[in-house]
């Protein structure tokens, strides 16, 4: 039986791509204070630009804009959503009359009045933020996707080259537009509004009535989103960031010959202006900003820089080795991880061109295998790392010198010989060997993981994936292939049940379980026979994990389901939609990797190791304590974000006080608590 902390939702929290993965969608900017809002209910805010911090929206539909409202924030999104915010933290629904499914795809405030607007001609405005009433009696029925206010009026956008202006933001005309195609974002400063659209098109007016096509930019990709600072414009989408300085031409700052440091070609969808910079937002947290000097020579150029250099590259599989996850993908990307928290990305000895598909091994050795039967080795060699420190005490400085072993599995990697030219994908090691698996049925074995025997099992298809069980080993792969060996050497044929490619198999606990495509989900207790489950999902499910007494399954389009008893089946809400193919474990937190470098973490079972308490200190009243007062100081450890209960007690029977905690992201705590008069106890204990 699960303790009920155990079977609570697990929160799961951005490892990597930095800041996060979610697409942003808009960006807003007041006071030192900036917001951005993006899928699953992402709303972040920072006061730098590079740490942001998601603040808990109430809701997991897409976020699409987000605006200010003197000091109310504002963000509405899919399905009628309409969130309000005084501090930027604590954000709450607001009231819409009447309801609707249509999404509101953007927001602006004037003093006096907010409006939102979005599918079927949805136009809603409110007096103060939080209770909004519909437009009714309107002309159009246009889908409108983006809002803006300025000059006195608001000004809406939308399919086929719409335009409507209000005042009052109830009252709406129709507008004369130079173009036809779909219009995507309004924005308005430097006493214009700008509008982007499909096709590169870009439109401008001085007051929202009258409208004329910009200068031609050039592009034909969509422009996703506008800004405007004194004397120049600035539009961005699909691998396009145009600055335009009139009278100059616009000119796209992807290419290094137009900046000095340009913007990365990426995708677009956020842009603002304030006051000192441009600051544009993407797909996957992309962030990019612009800067300008006065040296010489370089004060006509307009900088870009990247808020992070986190690869974007997908990943296709992840595992945990003793203290440190590997996770591996295209472009051939290695990423290690001690906590699951911080990544870093390693170097590997092959051409970017190369896929790796999978990692596994034993504790000692790390094997990544990919596309054209690329094998990489990685050994958990140990070498000595010196830390030099410079102390200064008593007016003297000393030197002092640290010098600790660390481990270079994951770090370095050696490509051994090509077996085979297939695509390779599944690893095991059962103890005594190593078995590889991949395209046309190829099995590759070795006792020493270097070197390797090459066999084939007929008709078997790709295998994608293989474990050890029983002393021997299961692989699966398409057409609903299942087949099983003592050795690795023979390999005997199993019923699944199904035609669904078997993407991976997995032993939980003294079972398997094999999961594919459209939700497919198979259990066996011994290898021979198969059973099918209803995993609730279509979608091609990828991984499973088994974390305490519940097993984990990752999917496509952010498919994340869990079990207790392999037979009943929940879904779990995670903050992407991305595909997810891997999972891993160290026995408390649970690491998801996916699609455009996408890693996720979460604390799956927080009864699965106990924090322990890493440091102690009696600290007499006069030498720190407060006020006089004795002080005992503890130091926790554990796994990062692991939340769990202090006790203390001045007799082992009766434990009278209590504090909830949770580790850091380092893993770490601290405490101190007024000392007993006479003797204390101190214990943690798992937090409800």
């Known amino acids: 039986m699960l303790s009920a902390r155990a079977q609570g939702v697990p929160e799961w929290r951005w490892s990597h791509p930095l800041p996060h993965g979610n697409n942003v969608a808009d960006l807003a900017f007041r006071g030192g204070l900036y917001a951005h809002v993006t899928d699953h209910g992402g709303i972040y805010t920072s006061t730098n630009r590079l740490v942001w911090d998601r603040r808990a929206s109430g809701t997991l539909t897409d976020l699409r804009g987000v605006a200010w409202f003197g000091s109310r924030l504002l963000v ?19 009231a819409i009359t009447a309801k609707t499914t249509d999404w509101l795809e953007g927001v602006a405030a004037s003093a006096t009045r907010a409006v939102a607007v979005g599918d079927n001609a949805a136009i809603y405005t409110s007096s103060d933020g939080k209770s909004w009433t519909r437009v009714s009696g309107l002309s159009f029925t246009t889908f409108l996707s983006g809002v803006a206010y300025g000059a006195g009026q608001f000004v809406a956008v939308g399919d086929a080259g719409f335009i409507a202006s209000s005042s009052n933001g109830t009252s709406w005309t129709r507008r004369t537009s130079p ?17 982007t659209g499909r096709n590169g098109v870009v439109l401008t007016s001085s007051n929202g009535t009258s409208w004329s096509a910009d200068t031609a930019t050039g592009v034909t990709n969509s422009l996703l989103a506008a800004a405007l600072a004194p004397g120049e414009r600035l539009a961005v989408g699909e691998s396009a960031c145009l600055l335009r300085i009139p009278p100059l031409a616009w000119q796209n700052h992807t290419s290094s010959i137009v900046s000095p440091s340009p913007v990365p070609a990426w995708t677009y969808a956020a842009a603002l202006w304030d006051g000192n910079r441009y600051l544009v937002g993407g797909r996957t947290g992309v962030f990019v900003e612009s800067f300008r000097t006065n040296l010489g020579g370089l004060a006509a150029q307009t900088f870009w820089f990247r808020n992070d250099d986190s690869p974007r590259n997908g990943l296709w599989d992840v595992a945990r080795f003793e203290d440190t996850y590997l996770a591996v993908g295209d472009v ?32 000692s050795v790390a094997l990544s295998v990919g596309s054209s039967g690329t094998i990489l080795r990685s050994v958990a060699t140990l070498t000595n790392h010196v830390t030099t420190n410079l102390v200064v005490y008593a007016g003297s400085t000393n030197v002092v010198l640290t010098t600790h072993s660390v481990s270079l599995l994951g770090v370095v990697w050696d490509l051994l010989p090509a077996v085979t030219t297939n695509t390779l994908q599944g690893i095991a090691w059962n103890g005594a060997r190593y078995v590889v698996v991949g395209g046309g049925g190829t099995v590759l074995t070795s006792t020493n993981s270097m070197d390797w025997s090459k066999s084939t099992i007929a008709g078997a298809g790709f295998l994608s994936s293989v474990v050890p069980f029983g002393g021997g080993f299961v692989a699966t792969g398409t057409g609903g292939a299942i087949y099983q060996s003592a050795n690795g050497a023979s390999w005997t044929k199993r019923s699944s049940g199904t035609t669904n490619w078997i993407y991976r198999v997995r032993d939980v606990g003294g079972s398997l379980i094999a999961v594919g495509q459209n939700g497919a989900l198979l259990v066996s207790s011994d290898g021979v026979v198969w059973n099918a489950r209803s995993s609730g999902s279509t979608a091609w499910l990828t991984d499973a994990s088994l974390v305490g007494r519940q097993v984990f399954v990752s999917g496509t389009q952010g498919t994340c389901v869990r079990s207790t008893n392999l037979v009943d089946w929940s879904a779990l809400s995670l903050p992407t939609g991305k595909a997810l193919y891997g999972l891993a474990s160290d026995g408390v937190q649970l690491v998801a990797v996916g699609a455009e470098g996408v890693v996720l973490r979460a604390i799956a079972d927080p009864d699965g190791a106990p924090v322990g308490m890493a440091g102690y200190a009696h600290v007499e009243g006069g030498q720190g304590g407060s006020g006089g007062v004795a002080v005992d100081a503890m130091v926790f450890s554990g796994t990062p974000e692991q939340r769990f209960r202090w006790q203390g007690a001045t007799d082992l029977g009766i434990w009278s006080s209590e504090i909830d905690l949770e580790l850091d992201a380092n893993g770490a705590a601290t405490l101190g608590t007024p000392a007993p008069p006479t003797r204390g106890f101190h214990r943690t204990a798992t937090r409800p």
Do not use: C, K
């Not at 173009?179 to 509008?195: E, I, K, M, P, T």
């Not at 991880?337 to 000895?349: F, I, K, T």
């Open 179 to 195: 173009s036809a195609v779909d219009l995507f974002r309004v924005a308005f400063g430097d006493n214009r509004f700008l509008v």
């Open 332 to 363: 051939a990307t290695i990423l290690s991880s001690a906590r699951g928290v911080g990544w870093n990305e390693e170097g590997a000895p092959v051409p970017s061109d190369v896929i790796l598909y999978g990692i596994g091994g034993s504790p």
């Open 76 to 94: 509405t999104g899919e399905a009628g959503t309409v969130l309000w915010s005084d501090d930027g933290v604590r954000f709450q629904a607001g």
